[in-house]
């Protein structure tokens, strides 16, 4: 597409009329907040289950000794924690969604942009985002096990 000789390098405009690169920059800015919108649910999901199991921590504290009331809320951490990890799966496919839709406009667009967008591979970027929800899971699993942890030991 670009024609490189060595560390030359020639800039090719897209193809597109004015006004279709104007949509796809609009579409291609668009994609890229929906893009940084998905990623801060992503930890919003896990401040608000973390402030949902202080909360439950705290109304636990305040009645320890009924029983059913202590499991009523054990089973309301659980349904939390489902909730959350589907929501953080969710909230992942839209952003490969949205990286999709990012990959098709960028190839519309001019060589340069093409150039410095491959500057990153898709292969690590792959890796980082993957890494990144297991460590988002991780720590929702570890805060259920320690939700339970200290919901357990006021039953004693």
Known sequence: MAAEIGDEFEHIESSL???????????????????LFAKRQQWLVLAYLSMAYVGI???AKANPYDIKFLNYLTA????????AIAFV????????NEKRIIRNIASGLSNSLQRIRSLKSRGESDAHRYIMLFMLMAYILMAQIAMLRALWNMTN
């Open 89 to 96: 799966i969710f909230l992942q496919f839209w952003q490969i």
């Open 76 to 83: 309301c951490s659980f349904i939390l924690t489902i909730f």
């Open 17 to 35: 009329d004015d006004l279709s690169h104007a949509e796809y920059l609009m579409l291609y800015r668009e994609a890229g907040e929906n893009l």
């Open 57 to 59: 921590y705290l109304v």
